[in-house]
């Protein structure tokens, strides 16, 4: 029996209906699927740009920070060299003013004497031989002469041992300096410089941490000395 045109028809459109509406399911999961895997690569893009500016960020004020403590460790260093040259000026000041003093002793001949006597002593001490030859300013070969007998005496108690002593009266110690003298040996293969400039020198050289805790205080951060 055959199927009337209006039957078929009937079919054909519910066929389109139902072709129609799957399209149109299938066009909506397509474009849910689309909007969402755009939205997901979206929000991946802009974390991660932010990501980057954040980074950015991060890193110019690590750096602002790091030229920050770069120009205060600069200053610092500055103003503690600034402070270490003020206080070498100052010490070099004293010892200017020490050589200065130093100058006048020898005005004092009581006193001058006395240490010419005790620089001599010190000076065959040191050398322990038993011929010496003693250089001294050209003023002060008188004195030096007068006082040999009483070192040599000194020197003879302390180290048990005898020693000729000659002052030479043709090579001198310049006349500019303080005083003391010069002893040597064996043809000046062996010598003693007990100038006054040398004494006040060593005396400064083992005294500079003492001095520079009574100048400026004691630095608790300092563990070697001088």
């Known amino acids: ?3 009337p045109d209006a039957e078929v028809e009937r079919q054909i459109q519910q ?8 399209a149109e399911e299938k066009e909506t999961e397509i474009l849910a699927k689309a909007d969402e895997e755009f939205n997901i690569e979206k929000g991946r893009l802009v974390e991660q740009e932010k990501q980057k500016i954040r980074a950015f960020y991060e890193k110019k004020e690590k750096n602002a920070e790091l030229q920050k403590k770069i120009q205060l460790s600069n200053q610092q260093n500055q103003a503690r060299l600034k ?14 003013e020490a050589t200065n003093k130093l100058r006048v002793i020898s005005n004092d001949a009581a006193k001058y004497e006395m240490m010419l006597q005790g620089l001599i002593t010190q ?16 003023n002060d070969i008188k004195l030096v002469n007068k006082v040999l007998a009483k070192s040599k005496e000194q020197y003879v108690a302390l180290s048990k041992l005898d020693v000729e002593m000659k002052v030479d009266d043709r090579d ?4 500019d300096i303080a005083g003391g003298v010069e002893l040597s040996s064996r043809q000046g293969k062996l010598k003693v ?10 005396i400064v050289n083992q005294k500079v941490p003492e001095v520079r805790s ?10 070697f000395f001088d």
């Open 123 to 138: 000076g065959l001490c040191q050398l322990l031989e038993p011929k010496v030859l003693i250089k001294c300013r050209q």
């Open 1 to 3: 029996m055959a199927i």
């Open 214 to 223: 009574k100048l400026y205080g004691h630095n608790p951060n300092r563990r």
């Open 15 to 22: 066929m389109i209906q139902f072709i129609d509406h799957e």
């Open 83 to 96: 402070l270490l040259k003020q206080r070498e000026d100052h010490l070099d000041n004293v010892m200017v």
């Open 193 to 202: 410089v007990n100038t006054l400039e040398v004494r006040l020198e060593q």
């Open 172 to 175: 001198f110690l310049p006349q």
